[in-house]
């Protein structure tokens, strides 16, 4: 595969900042390198959850039009100020005289809120046949069942079990089931309006190995997110890998101008790289989906490599 040339000079960071940076979170990030896991550690888990009524909800623009949905968490669509998601800044690689590009990610959101806070069910009542919706969560979902200020986590793994609790956050009784179980719902839902649902696996975090390399989740939900697309026969676009290689072919120096935090969400320079490799990974899918839909700007990106 050819390198995806979508880094440039003039972004790299002050050296006091990485500085502190790397002092307050080296050791957690030393740690979380040999699970290969995207932990969360503490000054992310300390991110206020994103108030929804302060975030506008993007509309279908034109009806008439295929729409391709975003669904997913803060690495998609975030509203901390310095940071962008992927998800805001793909809309340029579409011609958006053909399709429409809606981005109802939200920050904070797990598989399981994004359902429970009713999110999904608005884009349901917008999604119609010929549609394409995107699905990418996994960054929230290694969080609490149940507690009082987030209540967020799912069930590790693709299995059917439950677990009954009276929700401390919502006050309502909830039956909480796997990060799995979620995405297959996402998957099902989809299928049922004659849309498409793509899988993704979780962006990586900037979390680097002894050895150099970028932590992979393959072991967690990066692999359980491909379970679930390849038991439900539907597209799996395997970010944590495509953007992991990229992050290892520029270096450690050079990734970290694209961060806006310690480890996980990025600049508007490093959301615009991971949307050109979720393009590299749409384009390298069978049949290429969204192949219709690319702008000459979609169309001059080279494919990702098969894995």
């Known amino acids: 595969m050819k390198t995806l040339a979508w880094f440039h000079v003039g972004m790299i960071p ?3 900042t990485s ?8 050791i957690l990030t030393f740690a979380a390198a040999f699970t290969g896991l995207p932990r969360l550690v503490a000054a992310d888990d300390a991110r206020p959850v994103e108030d929804s009524s302060k975030i506008a909800t993007q509309e279908v623009r034109d009806k008439s039009l295929p729409t391709i949905f975003l669904v997913g968490d803060s690495t998609v669509k975030v509203g901390t100020k310095g940071q962008k998601g992927w998800g805001e800044v793909i809309a340029p690689y579409f011609d958006l005289s053909k ?6 990610a939200i920050g904070g959101r797990s598989s399981r809120t994004f359902q429970t806070e009713g999110r999904w069910d608005r884009v349901l009542a917008d ?3 010929g549609d394409v919706v995107i699905i ?3 960054h929230n979902d290694a969080g609490a069942l149940n507690d009082n200020s987030r209540a967020r986590g799912t069930i590790k793994g693709v299995g059917e079990e439950s677990q009954e609790i009276d929700n401390l956050l919502t006050k309502k009784h909830e039956v909480v089931h796997s990060y799995g179980w979620y995405l297959r719902k ?3 839902d989809t299928k049922s309006k004659g849309a498409l649902p793509i899988v993704c696996s979780l962006v990586p975090r900037k979390i680097w190995t002894p050895d150099g390399r970028v932590a992979r989740a393959k072991d967690s939900y990066a692999g359980w997110a491909a379970d679930v697309a390849k038991s439900a026969g539907v597209p799996f676009l395997d970010l944590n890998e495509i953007i992991a290689e990229q992050y290892e072919k520029l270096g450690k120096e050079q990734v970290d101008a694209l961060f806006a935090d310690a480890h996980t969400h990025t600049t508007e320079a490093g959301a615009r790289a991971s949307a050109r490799c979720v393009i590299a990974g749409l384009k390298a899918l069978p049949g290429n ?6 702008s000459k700007e979609g169309q001059a990106v080279e ?3 098969v894995h």
Do not use: C, D, E, H
């Not at 500085?19 to 080296?26: P, S």
């Not at 399709?99 to 109802?104: M, T």
């Not at 989906?289 to 690319?294: D, E, M, T």
């Open 136 to 138: 990418q969560f996994g």
């Open 303 to 305: 494919p990702a490599a």
């Open 99 to 104: 399709v429409n590009v809606v981005n109802r």
């Open 14 to 16: 002050s050296p006091i």
């Open 289 to 294: 989906p969204v192949a219709p839909y690319l």
């Open 127 to 129: 999604l119609k046949a």
């Open 186 to 188: 996402y998957v099902a």
């Open 19 to 26: 500085l502190v940076r790397a002092t307050a979170f080296g």
